[in-house]
T-cell receptor, first 112, second 111 residues
């Protein structure tokens, strides 16, 4: 069974631009969560989706948004990029609520 | 509030046992997890324990949970150089759909 895939793996943007990251969960998994990982803050929860509904959201500004499609694939969008948004963005999927999460390799975003 | 804390670094000699500790504050935590992250990679689930358990053993890994003290530990027996990585503990509570991760412990195994 294929694992969680994230595209693109690497991305370089400039301040003020916007970016969209994509995540395809393991087949059959309906829950998708997003995290931001930085050396200073560690792993911070962004949001979680299940059957196209956002069920929980972390403490991030409204510039960070996401959505989930009917096939469980998910995207996250960051608008008006800031230097501090440079991070590894990780997506994880799970079969059920509070189940084991399986992580993708991440998308490394660099904002110049 | 929700907080999960770990020590930042641990160094052990190959063949010794490693013990990585984690403390959490949310007494309603239902599941507790240990993840491993190697350089440039995502997180790999190692093992997990339900909050109503005290111990779980899985090959070289032993997880101990002290619910009263909100303390979780991961013991790696016969530590190998391939175990060098960052280890994260995480907790979640049923119905919150949110996982809280610790700061991560960087394990260095010396040959």
């Amino acid at each position: 069974k294929a694992g969680v895939t994230q595209t693109p793996r690497y991305l370089i943007k400039t301040r003020g631009q916007q970016v969209t990251l994509s995540c395809s969960p393991i087949s059959g998994h309906r829950s998708v969560s997003w995290y931001q990982q930085t050396p200073g803050q560690g792993l911070q929860f962004l949001f979680e989706y299940f059957s196209e509904t956002q069920r929980n959201k972390g403490n991030f500004p409204g510039r960070f948004s996401g959505r989930q499609f009917s096939n469980s694939r998910s995207e996250m969008n960051v608008s008006t990029l800031e230097l501090g948004d440079s991070a590894l963005y990780l997506c994880a999927s799970s079969l059920k609520a509070s189940g084991e999460q399986f992580f993708g390799p991440g998308t490394r975003l660099t904002v110049l | 509030g929700e907080d999960v804390e770990q020590s930042l670094f641990l160094s052990v000699r190959e063949g010794d046992s490693s013990v990585i500790n984690c403390t959490y504050t949310d007494s309603s935590s239902t599941y507790l997890y240990w993840y491993k992250q190697e350089p440039g990679a995502g997180l790999q689930l190692l093992t997990y324990i339900f909050s109503n358990m005290d111990m779980k053993q899985d090959q070289r890994l032993t997880v101990l949970l002290n619910k009263k003290d909100k303390h979780l530990s991961l013991r790696i027996a016969d530590t190998q150089t391939g175990d060098s990585a960052i280890y994260f503990c995480a907790e979640t509570t049923s119905g919150t759909y949110k996982y809280i991760f610790g700061t991560g412990t960087r394990l260095k195994v010396l040959a």
